[in-house]
Structure formats: C-alpha cells, structure tokens
Nanobody
Framework: QVHVVESGGGLVQPGGSLRLSCAVH????????MAWYRQAPGKQRDFVAN?????????HYAEYVKGRFTISRDDAKNTMYLQMNSLKPEDTAVYYC????????WGRGTQVTVSS
C-alpha cells in the first residue's frame, strides 16, 4: 500500500534549524517531481518547495523560504528532505510532502513549531 511518512518536526527557537524527512513507501518515486507543503492553523495548505525527479534534481522555492530552506532527495532511499535554517515563528505549521501532481495519499504531516 502506497503511503508517505513525514518526520523530523519539533519545537525550535527562532533562528534554529530542523531537517524534515519524507519517506515514500510502496512506490518508486525517482521519476516523479516531489514537493513540500505546509499548513498553518486556520489557513490553507501552501507550497514550500519542489524538486524535479528523473535525476534532474532542479529545485524551486516559495519566496518566503528562499535562502533559508533547502530541498533534496535520495532516490536510493525513496526519501526527500527539507533542511530548514533561520527558522521564524511564521514557519510554524504542519509540513506535508507529496508528488507533483499530488497523487499520493496525504500523510499525517510533521508539526514544526518555532517559538521562544
């Protein structure tokens, strides 16, 4: 059964760092473009970053994370990552991953809380 599992979230102080992981189980994702999204309380799910599949690994970021977040993937492990540095309170959200288009069942996400 295909499913994705996000992990690596937690509570961090402003200016801190976290590394999120997105593991895809039951499906080989290497040819697919993948993306991270986030949803803050009471808000819609927003795009954060995406990375091309098929060995290209080209990346694109939302303006509000550009220069602070880095998306990457390890196709051998069927896992994608999001390195988040210089975190701000407004980065607080549940972070999700999916393919582009979003054909995987949505996972439970991983909570990131940035607070002093």
């Amino acid at each position: 059964q295909v499913h994705v599992v996000e992990s690596g979230g937690g509570l961090v102080q402003p200016g801190g760092s976290l590394r999120l992981s997105c593991a895809v189980h039951g499906h080989d994702f290497k040819i697919y473009d993948m993306a991270w999204y986030r949803q803050a309380p009471g808000k819609q799910r927003d795009f954060v970053a995406n990375i091309k599949g098929g060995g290209l690994a080209l990346t694109h970021y939302a303006e509000y994370v550009k220069g602070r977040f880095t998306i990457s993937r390890d196709d051998a492990k069927n896992t994608m990552y999001l390195q988040m540095n210089s975190l701000k309170p407004e980065d607080t959200a549940v972070y999700y991953c999916n393919a582009i288009p979003e054909f995987y069942p949505w996972g439970r996400g991983t909570q990131v809380t940035v607070s002093s």
